[in-house]
């Protein structure tokens, strides 16, 4: 950081539409309190105005988030926290940005397009993994919790049937840890399932009309598939997600891998922190990663803690678990190399 940048700086703002300026500073000024924590400038609401204190480039860093989103506002767009984040790790990552314009500068994150809404990518992994998408016919989504992972993969699964790139959307995983023992749950197969693909129906309802969801269930467009129930199958004209993929096994991995038909997507999700698998059997997720990582065709695409997009205390909570995992793993490595 140059002596400028880091010299103390005032910036000024002021917002033409004040119900917009209202959601652009958040409830109680949540969204002006994040950017506070986050770019470690002070910044005061008066009305429509804001004044930011602080370091300089931190100052402009600031401006930019409030003005990027007061843009998207002004374009009919929704705000959410993990928007206003995504904006400010952006900023950060842009340097020195004093002759910013929101309305010139071209978005640098990509982005879905759905009939609801577009998605946008909120972090450099998202827009990596995104990108990946769009380029490749296998996709692996590997890393912590809260980062977006299955939540793009079904955006991205959206698109492509409602611009009738694929005739349906399958959605798999592991269900009752890795045993697939769903003949000892009660209900027919969709209330055995459903537990275990909640948090798909429920990417689903945020990117679709819930009408619509309904009736792709029912007309199969959108088709829920225990792992288990996918041998035998080859898919075409379909985008088939696995989520949970670290719980599968060997077998099951390249059983569902070899459903792949033609014209069809395939994205695998999972996070290897998670494993639930019994002890001494290895995820068939991390071996495929292994094998899979450099074949054309195919992309593996990493997310860490710094990429968490849920409430911040996640992204806290994941370092911290991975710190300790860190540590063991160095302690259990002395520990062998002291006995030898």
């Given at each position: ?23 652009l ?79 010139a ?59 009738r ?75 088939v ?28 999700t ?7 698998l ?20 195919i ?8 990429d ?8 806290r ?24």
């Open positions: 950081m140059t002596p400028e940048s880091g010299a103390p700086a005032q910036i000024v703002l002021a917002f033409d539409d004040n119900r917009l300026a209202s959601l500073f958040g409830h109680y000024g949540q969204n002006l309190a994040l950017i506070e924590r986050r770019l470690d400038v002070v910044a005061e609401q008066r009305g429509n105005h804001v004044t930011i204190e602080g370091a300089r480039e931190a100052c402009d860093q600031a401006r930019h988030v409030l003005e990027t989103l007061y843009a998207r506002l002004k374009k009919g767009g929704e705000l959410a926290t993990g928007d206003v984040e995504g904006v400010i790790r952006e900023a950060a990552s842009q340097g020195f940005l004093f002759d910013f314009d929101p309305a500068r071209k978005q640098s994150f990509d982005e879905i397009q759905l009939r609801r809404r577009p998605v946008r990518a909120r972090t450099a992994a998202q827009d990596a993994y995104i990108r990946a998408l769009k380029r490749h016919t296998l996709v692996f989504g590997v890393g912590p919790a809260g980062t977006g992972k299955t939540w793009l993969a079904v955006a991205y699964a959206v698109h492509l049937l409602e611009r790139a694929v005739d349906r959307i399958i959605l798999s995983r592991p269900a009752v840890e890795a045993g697939e023992r769903l003949g000892f749950l009660p209900g027919d197969m969709k209330e055995k399932v459903d537990p275990y693909l909640r948090p798909i129906y429920d990417a689903l309802h945020d990117l679709m009309d819930k009408a619509f969801v309904e009736r792709a269930l029912t007309s199969g467009e959108i088709e829920i598939a225990p792992l288990a129930f996918m041998r035998g199958r080859t898919l075409a004209n379909a985008c997600i696995l989520d949970e993929a670290q719980n599968t096994t060997t077998m099951q991995m390249k059983m569902f891998l070899t459903r792949l038909g033609e014209n069809s997507h395939m994205i695998v999972g996070d290897p922190s998670q494993i639930d019994p002890p001494g059997q290895k995820s068939g997720l991390a071996e495929a990663i292994d094998l899979l990582g450099n074949v054309e065709g992309e593996v695409c990493h997310f860490h803690a710094a968490v997009v849920r409430h911040e205390l996640v992204g909570i994941v370092a911290a678990y991975d710190k300790q995992g860190q540590t063991g793993a160095q302690s259990g490595a002395q520990a062998v190399s002291a006995k030898s």
